[in-house]
């Protein structure tokens, strides 16, 4: 148990190995809600607050999230399954890393992945609320997301130290081999899973999926955490900019990959097809923050390695999100194998 006070060395007080073997939580346990609450009180109580109210719980297989509302204004609780715990960890060494560009948490618990976070206000989703011409909004958001990755790389070690997952591109050929061999997850020959057609075309792809990881590992780009669920319901927008939220699929990775699931939710929020120039503009306003030692040219071609790349490592997030008995996990399973057939749909950059 620590608090946003503890000194970083402390925060990651389960072992990595010993989070993932850690059994879910019950949250409909009265015993496992009393005890969250304790904790909750516990650290409010720490900082000359109190429980006011109620909370309102919200819960997904992959976390619970209470609003917690106090004397003070309300927090949000947040409990991660096994699959996702690291991100207790994470958002602990972001905000000393990073401080302003994330939370602060009011307390963290490493080992039973539980956070307690101040109230981050307005996200951009509301700003913009599908108003095209908001979207070079976006042009300034990308870029202070890109900072935020360049100042993270260079502790990228002590964050798979955290448990943070490793999709580095070294690592993803292995793990994009162990995910074709678990066949539960790939809900093979199931409606909603893949065929025997695609999965016999995934594994034949092993060899071209090495290559790209290979040539992106050869990028010169530093490994650092990445989002990888980076839309604008994810972004918080404070008056000295933006903070960014919700870093359960998280991983060190490539930060290139951020882009696939940016460039899909934008496109899908302002309705833009397919090659849409708004699209192009985005990516060079991201990658622009390293333009200080790469060429253009370079920049663009690692962009496209990286989205590609990166949809294993979202097969790999909802797999990790997923672990557990929750029943409404199956409304979800689709998301596995579904991924994984997005390697062979034309990349969106």
């Not at 719980?57 to 209470?66: D, F, G, I």
């Not at 999709?167 to 093979?188: C, I, M, V």
């Not at 990028?219 to 960014?244: C, E, I």
């Not at 951020?258 to 503009?281: H, I, K, M, Q, Y």
Request: with cysteine; aromatic share 8%.
């Amino acid at each position: 148990m620590t608090d946003a006070a503890t000194p970083p060395a402390d925060r990651a007080a389960t072992p990595p190995a010993d989070r993932a073997a850690t059994p879910p939580d019950d949250w409909t346990d009265p015993r496992w809600r009393e005890s969250a609450l304790d904790w909750v009180g516990e650290h409010l109580g720490r900082h000359g607050r109190r429980v006011a109210g109620p909370v309102e719980p919200r819960v997904r297989p992959w976390s619970l999230v209470w609003r917690v509302p106090t004397d003070a204004g309300d927090v949000w609780f947040k409990a991660n399954n096994p699959g996702t715990r690291h991100e207790a960890a994470l958002l602990g060494a972001l905000a000393r890393l990073v401080p302003g560009r994330v939370l602060d948490p009011v307390a963290v618990d490493a080992g039973r992945g539980w956070s307690l976070l101040p109230d981050g206000g307005p996200t951009l989703r509301g700003a913009l609320g599908g108003d095209r011409g908001l979207l070079p909004r976006w042009e300034r958001v990308l870029p202070a997301y890109a900072e935020l990755q360049r100042a993270v790389a260079p502790a990228a070690g002590e964050l798979l130290a955290l448990g943070v997952p490793d999709h580095r591109p070294e690592a993803l050929p292995e793990l994009f081999g162990a995910l074709l061999d678990d066949e539960e997850s790939l809900l093979l020959g199931a409606e909603d899973g893949l065929s025997a057609e695609a999965y016999g075309r995934l594994r034949a792809h092993r060899s071209a999926f090495a290559e790209d990881c290979r040539r992106l590992a050869g990028s010169g780009v530093a490994p650092t955490v990445q989002h990888d669920d980076l839309h604008d319901g994810n972004v918080f927008v404070a008056g000295d900019g933006y903070r960014f939220f919700d870093w359960g699929d998280a991983s060190v990775a490539h930060p290139f990959g951020t882009l696939l699931v940016t460039l899909n939710s934008v496109a899908d929020a302002f309705g833009l097809p397919e090659g849409d120039p708004a699209l192009a503009r985005l990516r060079d306003a991201y990658l622009e923050p390293w333009s200080d030692g790469h060429d253009r040219a370079t920049l663009r071609e690692a962009a496209r390695l990286a989205v590609r790349v990166t949809r294993v490592s979202r097969a790999l997030s909802w797999r990790r999100a997923l672990q557990g008995a929750d029943p409404t996990r199956a409304e979800y399973a689709a998301a596995v194998p579904g991924w994984l057939q997005e390697l062979f749909v034309p990349d969106p950059i």
